[in-house]
């Protein structure tokens, strides 16, 4: 089942670049295992992927112990500053920093265990009251001040677009999260870079690659339904 569902999703990416203009290289897959077994996780991982996204510190932190130490972990999900300490060395790409204390925090962890970690700021952009993210004003404050970090660096932007039916009305979400950040990179601040979009997700990726997504995150498409959509 779980190759069958990666050949599908890597269809449709290709057919959504293809219909972009894009190349498939410009757009990272990250497969969503939360909730989903390491041994299901190994078998994605022998099927060629090796991006995986947590929401979660704790089931990243037990999946990254047991799995191949060439995966790469993305923590997708919303982060408490009191788990900042056990996620900063495990996760190559943290996609949820949506306040200066949460930012603050990693810096001070980072600079602890004497590393840099990559970054990207989470943005709500339909203004949904039940999602974490920053305003779209509020960015390029946080990105001023964020980059004067020795130890972060911005390296783009994260939506979660809401929970509609047609994803077509995701994509004024996206193609906003692209206008934002392009308006950041004419700012050319030292240390910036927004290169990363990372938006889209099983029900709206085609959309949001169309829309200029450089990272998806997957889970649903490619491990099939978690337990707790079902019950
Ligand atoms: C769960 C999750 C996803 C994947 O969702 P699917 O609809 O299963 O593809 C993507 N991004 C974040 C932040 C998530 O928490």
């Known amino acids: 089942m779980l190759e069958k569902n990666l050949l599908e999703v890597e269809k449709r990416v290709q057919a959504a670049c293809d219909r972009a203009g894009r190349k498939r290289e410009e757009v990272t897959l990250i497969a969503v295992s939360k909730t989903h077994p390491a041994s299901m996780v190994q078998e994605v991982y022998d099927l060629g992927i090796r991006t995986f996204g947590e929401n979660k510190v ?3 932190c037990e999946k990254e112990a047991i799995l191949p130490k060439d995966i790469r972990w993305h923590m997708i999900g919303h982060l408490q500053r009191n788990k900042v300490k056990q996620v ?3 996760a190559c790409l943290i996609h949820s920093v949506d306040s200066l ?3 603050e ?5 980072a600079a602890k265990k004497d590393l840099t970690v990559d970054i990207l700021l989470e ?4 203004g949904e009251e039940s999602k ?3 305003t779209p004003e509020e960015v390029p404050d946080l990105v001023d001040k964020v980059a004067a970090f020795p130890h972060l660096h911005i390296k783009g932007l994260m939506t979660i677009a809401p929970n509609v039916e047609n994803p077509e009305e995701n994509r004024v979400h996206f193609a906003n999260l692209r206008k934002l950040s392009v308006d950041i990179a004419a700012k050319k601040v030292n240390n ?3 290169s990363i979009l990372s938006m889209g997700m099983t029900n709206d990726y085609e959309v949001a690659i ?3 997504a450089t990272m998806i995150r997957v889970g649903t498409g490619i491990f099939g339904k978690r337990d707790y959509d079902i019950t």
Not at 105 to 109: D, M, N, P, R, V
Not at 123 to 126: G, L, Q
């Open 192 to 194: 910036v870079n927004v």
């Open 123 to 126: 943005v709500n952009m339909a």
């Open 88 to 90: 900063v060395g495990k």
């Open 132 to 134: 974490f993210g920053l």
């Open 210 to 212: 169309e829309e200029g």
């Open 58 to 60: 704790q089931e990243l």
């Open 105 to 109: 925090a990693i810096e001070a962890e």
């Open 101 to 103: 204390r949460l930012a």
